[in-house]
């Protein structure tokens, strides 16, 4: 069973489920681990241009972040090749460490606290692979 697949099942089952009171409470509960995000905005320049090295710092991004920059960086970084079998893109904001899900392009809880080794950064974005 695919994941749309699955989340298309457990939308039926939540919407059916609405119609009982007590459960009406519990609906909320269940999206707070994940975090929607826009659409990406596509350009012209490839994703090695976005991610030119191991480890970039780029001015202007602290304290707040848009949704649709934080959208964009992810894509990118998930159209980067992969080495090895698998890869795992993670997201630290200030508030917690997001588990980037290419497939449905959205991020969900990981970790919750800050972790980002510099204060005033508005992200930082790692990928861990098998190698």
Known sequence: MERREFLGILVAGTMGSLLKPPFRTRIPELFKAI????????NTYSSEVVLNSRRSYHGGYSGTLSDQILANVLW??????????NRIIYVALPDNVYRYDEA????????TG???SEA???FEVGVAGDL
Do not use: E, W
Not at 104 to 111: F, Q, S, T
């Open 76 to 85: 990118a970084a998930a159209k980067a090749p992969v080495i090895g079998t």
């Open 120 to 122: 005033n950064c508005a």
């Open 114 to 116: 800050n972790y980002m």
């Open 35 to 42: 975090k929607f995000l826009p659409d990406p905005q596509t």
């Open 104 to 111: 449905a392009h959205d991020i969900i809880l990981h970790r």
